[in-house]
Structure formats: C-alpha cells, structure tokens
C-alpha cells in the first residue's frame, strides 16, 4: 500500500516529501486535484495531504475522494494567516491541519497519529462478516431534517464500510425522503418522515416513510422509461434517480413508505 498522498505545490511537497520519507513512508506527489482524485481511484493510501489552496471546491473533492477512499484522513495545510478561514468551514471533512512554516515535530506527530487512525478503522472492518445493526430515527417534515438525515447516512455508511457506495445511497435516500417531506407531508412540519436503517454483512436497508395519503406508485414506476435523461422528473417522484443509485428498491403500505437496497461489493 501507499503511504501517503501529497497534494501540494513542487516547494512545499518537496518538504513533505523529504521528511516523510526520512519517516519510512511511502510518498506519492501530485500538483494537480484531478490527477491526485484520479490517484486515490487507481492507489490505496493511508492519509493524504492537500494544500487548501489547491482544492478550490472542497465539497467536490470530499465527494470524490469520499467515493474512492472513504475511510482516508485527509490533513490540510495553510498558511498561519489562514488557519482561521480554513478551520470553520472544513473541521468536519479533515482530520487535523497543519500550518506553514511546517514544524517537523508538528508534521511527523500529525501524520503519524493519522495513519494510526486510519489503521484502527480498517481493522475494524474485520467485524463486518458478523454486523448487524439496526435503528429508527423519527425526525419533524422539514427540508432541514431532510439535510441532518443525509448527513447521518453518509457518516453511518461510511463508518460500516460501504465506501466507494455511500454516494450513490445517500443520493438515493435525500430524494426519497424529499419526496416524503414535499409529496407525502405536503410541507407539513407536525407530520413526521420515519427512517428505519438496518445494516448487515450482505446489505443496508433504509426504509423511508412519511405520514401522508400515499400514492399510485405502480402506475409511477410503469410510467418511467428504462432509459431516461430526466431523471428528476416531478411526475415520476425521482424514481429513475432512486433506481439509478440503489440496487433495488420497493413500495410498500400503499406508497407510504419506500425501501432502499445497496449491497456490499
């Protein structure tokens, strides 16, 4: 496995580089975000190191790389002038950050504990075979709960090693419970959207229900072709998007309620 991914500029890198090396790993260079994303598809990596600077859209890089490499910590670095605007916005998507001038106490202790980290979590896929989890969560109809479930569910698919997939099912879910919130609710915050996740060696299964009259879901399904480009289609409810991003799904209590399958690979 590779070490350590760097994307920096040639200076600083060759710093990193250097220093690292020194450290026994094993370091691969990129200057450039679209070369490095196509690294982590192609590489396995135990932490990676970015530039804030070079990663103009931080939300596009976090998809990315959360697709190929979803259990890597990633370190940030910054100039000492930016460690405030930096920090805020991207705590949550990055391990740590380290400030420039590097201090080499400072770079070895960071990484160090990263790669520690990362070993720890891929250990702890070894309990997969055996993992069944299960849980309800009941959340008011709103577009905010909508927002704090799908974070949940990504940080939950995540935990349970469903890397490269977490995107597609969390796509799938956020659709499914906008609709519950939009077409089921009608909007109505005093109705509820219910989730019931369970995950097991073979599949997570996301159940999404909502408090509303149900709907013709038979006629929906009929209605959306095999091959569409309009995928977001009101009149279809995104059914051509949920089908895209799951490996299967159904209706169930009249169209109440929707249940999204994705298997492990």
């Keep these: ?22 450290e026994g790993y094993v370091v691969v260079e990129k200057t450039d975000v ?13 932490v990676i190191i970015a530039d804030v ?9 976090w998809k990315e790389k959360l697709e190929a490499a979803a259990l890597v910590p990633i370190i940030l670095t910054c100039d000492v002038t930016r460690v405030e605007e930096t920090l805020f916005p991207i705590k949550q998507n990055v391990y740590d950050i ?8 400072e770079v ?11 070993l720890r979590r891929e250990q702890a896929k070894e309990i997969f075979p055996y993992l069944t989890a299960a849980l309800t969560i009941v959340l008011p109809s709103t577009v905010k709960s909508v927002g704090i479930a799908s ?24 659709e499914a419970m906008m609709n519950a919130h939009l077409h089921g609710n ?15 060696s073979r599949r997570a299964a996301i159940s999404i229900g909502d408090d509303g009259p149900g709907f013709d879901y038979k006629n929906a399904i009929a209605g959306v072709p095999a091959r569409t480009n309009d995928v977001y289609r009101g009149s279809g409810r995104g059914i051509a998007l949920i089908h895209m991003h ?19 690979r």
């Design 108 to 118: 070895k202790k960071v990484v160090a504990d990263a790669r520690e980290y990362y």
């Design 34 to 46: 679209a070369e490095s994303i196509h690294e982590i598809e192609q590489n396995r990596f135990s």
């Design 186 to 200: 009608a909007k109505d915050p005093k109705k509820n959207i219910t989730l019931k996740i369970r995950i097991d």
């Design 53 to 61: 600077n070079k990663i103009a859209d931080l939300t596009d890089f």
């Design 1 to 22: 496995m590779k070490d350590v991914l760097i994307i920096e500029d040639d200076a600083h890198s060759g710093v990193l580089k250097t220093l690292l090396k020194h």
């Design 246 to 264: 799951t490996d299967r799904f159904s209706y169930r209590c009249g169209g109440t309620v929707i249940v999204l399958i994705k298997n492990r």
């Design 151 to 174: 974070t949940y569910i990504r940080q939950i698919l995540v935990t349970h090693g469903f890397g490269r997939d977490t995107n597609d099912m969390a796509v799938a879910c956020e």
């Design 98 to 105: 380290i400030v420039k001038p590097y201090d080499a106490a």
